[in-house]
């Protein structure tokens, strides 16, 4: 992967905040010859309604292509293979302008009898006909859906027994019923997911003892807290929790809020327990007050751990939880409201910490010259306000990346500004396009004379 990175073989290419590779976009040429290798073997069909596809033909196993890719036009025929009953996945990406008329018969699931792979997420305008006739599909194993004006999974989702991986997108809130999370073997839920109101009056012990014993779900990213229970009360028994997100509503009632702080409390101290094994959460309170995150708790005899934490909304001050954690690699604040002292404060005593990330508007005056941050690998700064930046070289032996994204960006006069010289593991370094050209001819002067000689680019964003 390194090398087809370094070598321009992919267009795009997104990182994660570990600095590995998460996605990656080839060049037409390296994407027309994948789709003329996978012709030529037989691996995949692909559809897009320019002419008869030739891969229709049967392999020398003697069965039809288990792989279908449908490309539906904005007008003309698909073409599709008159035999599919083999087929094993199925993956639909519309072009332009295309409609659901133009590749209607490629959601006739009376056609398929073993799919086990269904990814309709750029589908828009599927009706409710579509969504009950995949229910039918027994052994589909992943199934990602843009459910568009459909609000709701219905309870019949029970028969899809294999299910995986369930991705939900297309609509602001999706509300399921119990039966999604009563799916034996369901591991990732995705989604901005609710529990209907007719399931969460009466957590019926079922469910719970189903959570507790026998419920694989390892990622819920995630559910939307409301009014009424559901989600929130019910995340405590979920053992297996690996990844969790969560968004706040306007109307989150106390008793739900009450009881997110205690299932985030054990989700944390349950980090501690397991440490071999990633914890991630993500919590958006924009809507509501970021008061409830003071209630979360990590008592000194047990600090928790998390491998990364994501905080967006705002906070009167620097969370009390976060400072007691034992230790987390990855931290996220957007749109706190803090200053870079109470933040810089508030991670004095935190372990660990290998990915910084503020996108604040609010830090005003950062120096970077304590020892706290030792561990740090990677540091993203977005700010659109001004801001004022001195960083010392000293506490930062294995920082890697450096990204610097604010527009009105000042220098602290005098020493140390910002200093790379002693960065011995430096690779890279980003700042704003319009930030002031002396800043950035003083950068890419002191990084040619850097060991390393790190990369200067100019970006507006980290997305």
């Known amino acids: 992967m390194k090398i087809l990175t370094n070598s321009s073989i992919f267009d795009s290419v997104r990182r994660s905040n570990n600095g590995e590779v998460r996605r990656c976009q080839p060049t037409d040429v390296l994407f027309r010859y994948i789709c003329q290798q996978s012709t030529s073997e037989n691996f995949i069909l692909f559809c897009d309604g320019a002419a008869q596809p030739s891969q229709q033909r049967t392999s020398l196993q003697g069965q039809v292509a288990r792989r279908l890719s449908v490309h539906p036009p904005a007008s003309g025929q698909l073409n599709l293979p008159q035999d599919l009953s083999r087929l094993r996945t199925l993956a639909v990406f519309p072009v332009g302008?295309?409609?659901?008329?133009?590749?209607?018969?490629?959601?006739?699931?009376?056609?398929?009898?073993?799919?086990?792979?269904?990814?309709?997420?750029?589908?828009?305008?599927?009706?409710?006909?579509?969504?009950?006739?995949?229910?039918?599909?027994?052994?589909?194993?992943?199934?990602?859906i843009n459910l568009d004006s459909i609000p709701s999974i219905t309870s019949k989702i029970k028969h899809l027994d294999q299910l995986e991986t369930l991705h939900l997108s297309g609509t602001e809130t999706v509300t399921v019923?119990?039966?999604?999370?009563?799916?034996?073997?369901?591991?990732?839920?995705?989604?901005?997911?609710?529990?209907?109101?007719?399931?969460?009056?009466?957590?019926?012990w079922r469910l719970k003892r189903f959570l507790r014993d026998k419920s694989v779900l390892e990622t819920l990213a995630g559910f939307v807290t409301s009014g009424s229970p559901g989600f929130p009360q019910l995340m405590m028994r979920m053992r297996r929790l690996r990844k969790v997100k969560i968004w706040f509503?306007?109307?989150?009632?106390?008793?739900?809020?009450?009881?997110?702080?205690l299932a985030v409390t054990k989700f944390i101290r349950d980090g501690t327990n397991e440490p071999d094994l990633n914890r991630s959460l993500s919590m958006d309170f924009r809507q509501c007050s970021g008061e409830?995150?003071?209630?979360?708790?990590?008592?000194?005899?047990?600090?928790?751990?998390?491998?990364?934490?994501?905080?967006?909304?705002?906070?009167?001050?620097?969370?009390?939880?976060?400072?007691q954690l034992r230790a987390v690699e990855e931290l996220c604040l957007c749109s706190t409201g803090l200053s870079w002292t109470d933040i810089r404060d508030g991670l004095s005593t935190v372990r660990g910490?290998?990915?910084?990330?503020?996108?604040?508007?609010?830090?005003?005056?950062?120096?970077?010259?304590?020892?706290?941050?030792?561990?740090?690998?990677r540091i993203c700064v977005e700010c659109k306000q001004s801001m004022e930046l001195a960083i010392i070289a000293r506490p930062l032996p294995k920082l890697v990346s450096l990204h610097i994204l604010c527009q009105d960006l000042h220098v602290i006069p005098g020493p140390p500004g910002i200093d790379i010289t002693r960065m011995d593991q430096l690779k890279e370094?980003?700042?704003?396009?319009?930030?002031?050209?002396?800043?950035?001819?003083?950068?890419?002067?002191?990084?040619?004379?850097?060991?390393n000689t790190p990369v200067v680019s100019l970006v507006e964003s980290a997305h």
């Open 353 to 377: 910490l290998k990915y910084l990330k503020l996108v604040e508007d609010n830090l005003r005056r950062v120096e970077i010259l304590s020892d706290h941050l030792i561990s740090v690998e």
């Open 292 to 323: 409830f995150i003071n209630t979360i708790r990590s008592d000194a005899n047990k600090k928790g751990r998390l491998d990364s934490l994501k905080l967006r909304g705002e906070l009167s001050k620097f969370p009390q939880f976060v400072a």
């Open 177 to 204: 019923f119990k039966e999604v999370l009563l799916l034996p073997r369901l591991k990732h839920l995705f989604g901005r997911v609710e529990l209907s109101k007719t399931d969460n009056t009466i957590l019926g």
């Open 249 to 261: 509503k306007f109307d989150s009632s106390q008793k739900n809020l009450d009881a997110i702080s």
């Open 429 to 451: 370094v980003a700042l704003h396009p319009q930030v002031d050209q002396t800043i950035i001819a003083k950068l890419q002067q002191a990084a040619r004379g850097h060991r």
């Open 97 to 144: 302008a295309a409609n659901i008329a133009s590749y209607e018969a490629v959601l006739d699931f009376t056609k398929y009898e073993l799919l086990r792979v269904l990814d309709l997420e750029e589908c828009a305008h599927m009706s409710k006909d579509h969504i009950q006739a995949i229910y039918k599909q027994k052994l589909m194993k992943y199934l990602s």
